[in-house]
């Protein structure tokens, strides 16, 4: 056989493999449509938008946009119906719940990971390596706090304490000022607030004697930049977060109205994520639930 008739075969054969391919990749995309609209908590955001992503590779068709407004702020919008889904840093309230019912939402709650609020201070800051709990409050409490490091502590150097940490809208916030000071909301009034936590880190990587907070996955994701401050002699990682003996341990949750479970692309969103969020979770520094948590949570959804 001459040289031609082997090309042409080869030809053939790749021809053959690239429509093969081609059909199996569209027999792997779903046909599902629709639109999924989802906002809330910045420490949620990362894994709600890696679930989204890879959820979106099998379902091109639904399309979904994610918002991240701090916990309140999706929180007011879910219960005015104005979005689908919200991601939260915080347990829903009891008014927010009662809210929702008298606008026909059956608000529904997943536990997505666990995370722990990471007090953070400069690269440059190497003496609050350890603060006790007290005096992580005397920093940030309202009523008198510390204006000087020499106040927290003896030895501590006489500098003035700037202090960075996320809005008011945010759940890290509520959650931090409730644990920390006693009273949810309720901190120091001269602090820096902001809702991006990238404002955050720049202000607090760039002061010797600032501090903040904010979710581990931030730290994990710019300890490059920042120091991390250990609270009673632990330090958030993935063994004191899941097993809570780090102080400022948490869940971190979504909502979802109940009433939308008939909307498939909803419903196929939800049992994705629940799914794959043990897996990408640690993708975004975040801590997974065990298996049999995401397991549990799937069968309610059925």
């Known amino acids: 056989m001459n040289k031609g008739f082997f090309k042409i075969l080869n030809l053939g054969?790749?021809?053959?493999?690239?429509?093969?391919?081609?059909?199996?990749?569209?027999?792997?995309?779903?046909?599902?449509r629709g639109n999924i609209v989802i906002d809330g908590s910045s420490t949620v955001y990362p894994i709600t938008e890696i679930v989204a992503e890879e959820f979106s590779i099998v379902n091109p068709k639904v399309r979904i946009s994610i918002a991240e407004s701090g916990t309140g702020g999706g929180m007011k919008k879910f219960i005015e119906g104005e979005i689908d889904i919200v991601n939260a840093s915080r347990k829903i309230k009891d008014s927010e719940l009662d809210r929702a019912k008298n606008n026909g939402i059956d608000a529904q709650e997943l536990v997505v990971a666990n995370d722990g609020i990471s007090v953070i201070v400069s690269k440059d800051n190497t003496f609050a390596t350890n603060l006790t709990k007290e005096e992580v409050s005397h920093i940030f409490r309202y009523d008198?706090?510390?204006?000087?490091?020499?106040?927290v502590r003896e030895g501590f150097p006489n500098e003035l304490i700037k202090v960075y940490t996320p809005g008011t809208a945010s759940g890290t916030f509520e959650f931090f000022t409730e644990i920390v000071n006693g009273k949810a909301k309720l901190q120091r009034e001269d602090a820096i607030v902001s809702e991006d936590d990238n404002i955050l880190i720049k202000?607090?990587?760039?002061?010797?004697?600032?501090?903040?907070?904010?979710?581990?996955?931030?730290?994990?994701?710019?300890?490059?930049?920042?120091?991390?401050?250990?609270?009673?002699?632990?330090?958030?990682?993935?063994?004191?977060?899941?097993?809570?003996?780090?102080l400022l341990s948490r869940p971190l949750r979504i909502y979802f109205n109940k009433n939308n479970l008939d909307r498939q692309e909803i419903s196929e969103?939800?049992?994705?994520?629940?799914?794959?969020?043990?897996?990408?979770?640690?993708?975004?520094?975040?801590?997974?639930?065990?298996?049999?948590?995401?397991?549990?949570?799937?069968d309610n959804l059925k």
């Open 13 to 32: 054969v790749v021809l053959c493999l690239f429509l093969f391919v081609s059909c199996s990749n569209v027999q792997n995309k779903s046909t599902l």
């Open 203 to 246: 202000g607090i990587s760039g002061d010797k004697y600032s501090i903040g907070y904010f979710g581990y996955s931030y730290y994990e994701s710019n300890k490059d930049k920042i120091n991390l401050i250990s609270i009673d002699n632990v330090e958030p990682s993935t063994q004191t977060i899941n097993d809570e003996s780090y």
């Open 269 to 298: 969103f939800l049992k994705f994520y629940l799914l794959n969020a043990g897996t990408l979770a640690k993708e975004v520094n975040l801590v997974q639930l065990s298996d049999k948590s995401y397991e549990n949570q799937l």
């Open 144 to 151: 008198n706090p510390a204006k000087y490091w020499s106040d």
